[in-house]
Each structure stands twice: as C-alpha cells, then as structure tokens.
C-alpha cells in the first residue's frame, strides 16, 4: 500500500505526525521511539506496538506510530507470485531430494492447488524368492537402507537353494524398477 492510501485508509493527516529524521531509521531508533512510555497509536490513541518512517509528499518523512490492529488492518497483503509452472519444479526438486513423492492435486471448479506430500516407505524395495516364489519383502524409503538390507539378505539367505536377491526402486509413476539382482541376472 502507498503511503498515500496508507494515510487516508487511516484517516491521517501527515500534518498531524510528528516529524522523522532525515537519515534512514533503524530498529534502536524505534525502540528508542516507542522507548518505556507508549505513544498513542497516529490512529485510534491505544498504546502504539509498532512505529516507522513514511515519507510524506507535503510534510516530508514522519514517524508512523500505530497500535497492532491498526497495524495489521492495513500491513500489504499482496504477494509476488510466481508461475506455477516453476513453484511446481522447486517443489518436484525438494520432494526428490527429500525423497518423498509429492503430488498435485487440483480442485477444478476453485481453480485451486493443492500439494499433497507423503512419505514414500515403499520407495526401495527388496525381495528375496526362491523358485520364483516370493519368501520374504521388506520396503525403505532411503536407498542406502534398501542397499543395506539387499546386502545383509544375500548374506542371511543367500545359502537357500534358488534364492534370488533383489533391490528395486518405485518411481513416481508407481512402477517398479530393477536396481540390483543376487546372483546377477546376467549369470
């Protein structure tokens, strides 16, 4: 909001403030301002929470003291917005680094997205069967825990007669990807 509009929406007079230094105003400067007795908010007169410098067209720069409701009743509440295109692919990205799936989820008649973020536990897989016939499965949401587990199987089972070992990895599609294969499948 421009000071202009700021002012009238408050129904202000600039002439009414007091007035600001010319340099930039810091935090110490405000704390000092609103200091241990409070100022009446430029507004309503309760007690002033907050206080800035607004260069004022007629009166040049004055301190603004307002009180919180005053405050919030006129803070800007517009946002730049990004494509969502590209919010989308930095969140795609973070759910991939996370290794979380994350998906989008429209509510068509409000024009809405909504994105929905879970765990994915099925993510790394490992099966061990015996004569093509699953005996045992285990699902990890971390590689490395799927790698460990492939590793320690081959080891704990890897004696069964026809024992067969293998990692896979669920994509977001939610198909499943060999990774791995004890003994290698190409033996």
């Not at 202000?12 to 110490?28: E, F, G, M, T, Y």
């Not at 994350?102 to 490992?126: I, T």
């Not at 005996?135 to 320690?152: C, D, L």
Request: a positive charge.
């Amino acid at each position: 909001m421009n000071v202009p509009d700021l002012l009238r929406s408050l129904a202000l007079d600039p002439a009414d403030l007091k007035p600001a230094p010319r340099r930039p105003a810091n935090a110490q400067d405000a704390a000092e301002r609103l200091g241990p007795e409070p100022l009446p908010c430029a507004a309503c007169g309760t007690p002033a929470r907050s206080t800035r410098i607004v260069d004022t067209l007629s009166h040049g720069r004055r301190w603004l003291d307002l009180c919180r409701d005053c405050m919030l009743a006129t803070a800007d509440r517009t946002r730049p917005t990004a494509p969502i295109a590209a919010t989308l692919d930095v969140l795609r990205d973070a759910a991939e680094e996370a290794g979380v799936i994350a998906r989008v989820l429209v509510d068509p008649p409000k024009g809405r997205h909504r994105v929905q973020v879970m765990a994915n536990l099925e993510r790394y897989r490992v099966t061990l069967t015996t004569g093509g016939a699953v005996v045992m499965q285990g699902s990890w949401s971390i590689r490395e825990t799927g790698e460990r587990k492939f590793r320690s199987w081959i080891g704990s089972y890897g004696s069964m007669p026809g024992a067969r070992v293998t990692l896979a990895e669920q994509s977001a599609d939610e198909t499943w990807t060999e990774l791995k294969a004890w003994p290698d499948s190409a033996a």
